[in-house]
């Protein structure tokens, strides 16, 4: 295959992932509403989430059946971000906070898409900074891929750089129920008050 074969399909699936993310920031507030099931496959799968295999900040093998019985705030990121990722982290910490007591019903769950730099040592030192308990997770290329593909996450090393790179990623923040099944998702510019708000009514329900 030519250069230029290649980058012309790389810019096709680049395109179609554009396309599938802008569907979801648009579609899923508005679904929720409007028609809970239809975000749901005709197998009944819920089409964002899954099982994912990943190691958390002591080395440990966690799964996401690690966490039935809780919801699940998950987050993709990575401890390298100079902003979107810090921030959303701080905001989840601040909308946990707000919600006092029935935090206790909610993990929250920073996932490195930067495994390479994202040691479990480093995820640690990490999430440390944050909301008690939360668990930061990585693993393996291929099981952080597996993991981002369940939750349609893109992200993208900077191209030209051997230590220093950027990641380029989506940043939604992803609310899954009790049974592991996804509930909604959130924005990267959502605010602490608007999480709360969001966590307080699926948790009350
Ligand atoms: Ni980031």
Avoid: N, W
Wanted: hydrophobic share 45%; glycine share 10%; charged share 15%.
């Amino acid at each position: 295959m030519t250069r230029r074969s290649q980058m012309r399909i790389a810019l096709a699936v680049g395109m179609v992932v554009a396309v599938a993310i802008l569907g979801f920031v648009f579609r899923g507030p508005l679904l929720e509403r409007i028609a809970p099931r239809a975000v749901m496959t005709s197998t009944g799968t819920a089409l964002i989430g899954g099982p994912f295999a990943l190691v958390d900040q002591t080395g440990a093998t966690r799964t996401d059946a690690d966490f039935r019985g809780k919801f699940m705030l998950v987050y993709f990121g990575y401890t390298y971000c100079p902003d979107v990722c810090p921030t959303t982290l701080q905001t989840m910490t601040e909308a946990l906070e707000r919600l006092g007591k029935a935090a206790a019903r909610v993990q929250p769950i920073f996932i490195t898409i930067d495994p390479a730099r994202d040691t479990p040592k480093v995820m640690g030192q990490y999430v440390a900074h944050f909301y008690p308990g939360m668990i930061g997770l990585t693993g393996t290329a291929a099981q952080i891929a597996a993991a981002a593909r369940a939750y349609r996450v893109y992200y993208a090393k900077e191209a030209g750089r051997d230590q220093d790179y950027l990641m380029d990623h989506s940043g939604f923040v992803y609310l899954m129920g009790p049974d592991g099944k996804y509930i909604t998702i959130m924005p990267p510019q959502v605010t602490a008050g608007q999480m709360a708000a969001v966590l307080a009514k699926h948790l009350g329900g």
